[in-house]
């Protein structure tokens, strides 16, 4: 069976504490966004996967029943930062199972100022031992040590190093990720922020960890999204032709022993995961990356951008950095990789991040993305990754 997206809906992300709103207010703005893109009421959904990190068990249900007490099954979601996607796959299993006809993925991320930890509980060195993430930075350490920057920017930070060294990446090749995604999101009113910068400004920024700095790094933020998937019978009985979007193919790997035997940590943050998730996405959906016309990928350091382009075949290993300095990645290059922002700059919180991309892809393919439009785009390619680790890659078209 065939499953696709006819509503999505997000707030604006923002900084932590910057709104006086709770998570249940931001997952109520989302979701009836959702629905009313899709002109459906909130009584026909069936299953409602709600991702999150942060807030406690049953937060999904707290959330979901501001939409509504029709009594249908809430599923409590959290799969560190690709937790917005795996609702999202939640949500289309259930319905090319054939279990359900409507499904409501929400997910959502209310959040505190300052740097993550390890893990989602913000772990620090101490407790790294009794951490889900142990065993990651447990490489990491051995062969970079360990700082006292944070430890998400150390691990991604020695990542970079490490794609220095062997390629021949500089720093100006990571600055011009952020500096391309910062001003996507210049167009993006639901972005945490519209600045844009120079790569200049970019390398001057303060050094979270070398090479990475400030706006290289994505921020902590508040912010909800929603994405309503379909069975083919309800979008015929519902004439939803106008706006369903397929989900084409769809993948989720988890990490392997290639993620740990190089001791390397390009392989420890997830390019292993990502890379054998977008084979199976390729090989089930019968497209390539040469098919795809618009991308949102998992940039939540500027180095994991550069990672994804080779694990998505978009480059050859070592090439990343020259495609994002040829201009290959941004509008009239080869593909318009994050014309959201990315989560450098339209903010990452975690519940919602992969949603959101969700969403921005739908506007995309349906051509309803205003001035950040990709022209002629028909394939979308998301990208959401989750340390501990999770990798999903989901085919989308028109």
Partial sequence: MKSYIVGVGMTKFEKPESRDWQYWDMAKEAGAAALADAGVDYALVQQVPVGYCFQASTAGQRAAYE??????????????????????????????????????????????????????????????????????????????????????????????????????????????????????????????????????????????????????????????????????????????????????????????????????????????????????????????????DVVELHDCFSINELLTYEALGMCEDGAAGKLVESGATTYGGRWVVNPSGGLISKGHPLGATGLAQAAELVWQLRGEAGPRQVPGARVGLAHNIGLGGAAVVTMLRR
């Fill in 67 to 292: 939409l509504g007490l029709s009594g249908v099954p809430v599923y409590n979601v959290n799969n560190n930062c690709a937790t917005g996607s795996t609702a999202l796959m939640m949500a289309r299993q259930f319905v090319e199972g054939g279990l359900s006809d409507c499904v409501l993925a929400l997910g959502f991320e209310k959040m505190k100022r300052g740097a993550l930890g390890g893990g989602a509980d913000g772990a620090a060195e101490g407790s790294f031992k009794t951490s889900p993430v142990a065993r990651h930075y447990g490489i990491m350490a051995a062969g970079h040590g360990f700082e006292t920057s944070p430890p998400t920017a150390q691990i991604f930070g020695n990542a970079a190093r490490e794609h220095m060294e062997r390629y021949g990446t500089t720093p100006a090749q990571l600055a011009a990720v952020a500096a391309k995604n910062h001003r996507h999101s210049a167009d993006n009113p639901n972005a945490q922020f519209q600045d844009v910068y120079a790569v200049e400004e970019i390398l001057a920024a303060k050094e979270i960890h070398a090479p990475l700095t400030k706006l290289q790094c994505s921020p902590t933020s508040d912010g909800a999204a929603a994405a309503l998937v379909v069975s083919e019978r309800f979008l015929v009985a519902h004439g939803l032709h106008g706006k369903a979007v397929e989900i084409v193919a769809q993948a989720m790997t988890t990490d392997t022993e290639e993620s740990f035997a190089s001791g390397s940590c390009i392989d420890v943050v997830g390019k292993p995961m990502t890379a054998a998730a977008a084979r199976q996405v390729y090989e089930g959906s019968g497209l390539g990356i040469e098919d795809v």
